[in-house]
């Protein structure tokens, strides 16, 4: 079976302060993992994937995820945040299968 | 490549009423896949094409719920006799490719809401 788990539904920032999402899965094959970007009434916009390769993973918008499987972690990290980052964040998991499986996502606030 | 497009935006029905969304996936995608998300969840898989065949389906997916992707490109996903319990968001997203766990793209997203 395979699950993805955020932990934390909301994280504060501090307008330039460092970004950290946390994003553990559960696969019993070598896992594909996302993270997604979601704005107000609007769909998911990638922001970077792991499928095989180098660990760390450079996304867009200065994003970038570093994935341990020793820890079965995909971390999501930015060093300064920006007001434009508040958003919702979704951790996603490809396995075998071609559909995609969700963590419950996390809002992230920047404080100005 | 205009990207992934989903008509209507907004619907509201009244509860036992049949509503129809439409997604255009992006242009030579060959599968396309359909989520739903409710308030403060993540998206869940319903279920996927691979050009016009039906491949996959949730257990989400109720006898109420029919996909067609009939000529391999654009879709539509109808709800019979809807509940309140449908209410949620109907996310369509496609990918190309003769591998497995090709790269979704997501489109804006159909929001339903059953009075």
């Known amino acids: 079976a395979q699950s993805v788990t955020q932990l934390g539904s909301h994280v504060s920032v501090s307008e330039g302060a460092l970004v950290l999402l946390r994003c553990n899965y559960s696969?019993?094959?070598?896992?594909?993992l996302f993270w997604y970007v979601q704005y107000p009434n609007q769909g998911l916009q990638l922001l970077l994937k792991?499928?095989?390769?180098?660990?760390l993973v450079k996304g867009i918008n200065g994003f970038e995820a570093e994935f341990k499987k020793s820890e079965t972690s995909f971390h999501l990290t930015k060093p300064s945040a920006h007001m434009s980052d508040a958003a919702e964040y979704f951790c996603a998991l490809q396995t075998g299968a071609n559909n995609l499986f969700f963590g419950t996502g996390t809002r992230l606030t920047v404080i100005p | 490549d205009t990207g992934v497009s989903q008509n209507p935006r907004h619907k509201i029905t009244k509860r036992g009423q049949n509503v129809t969304f439409r997604c255009d996936p992006i242009s030579e995608h060959n599968r396309l896949y359909w989520y739903r998300q409710t308030l403060g969840q993540g998206p869940e898989f319903l279920t996927y094409f691979q050009n016009e065949a039906q491949l996959e389906k949730s257990r989400l997916l109720s006898d109420r719920f029919s996909a067609e992707r009939p000529k391999g490109s654009f879709s539509t996903l109808e709800i019979q006799r809807t509940e309140q319990g449908d209410s949620a968001m109907y996310l369509c997203a496609s990918s190309w490719g003769l591998r497995l766990r090709e790269t979704q793209y997501f489109g804006p997203g159909t929001r339903l809401l059953v009075l």
């Open positions: 696969s019993s094959v070598p896992p594909y």
């Open positions: 792991y499928t095989t390769g180098a660990t």
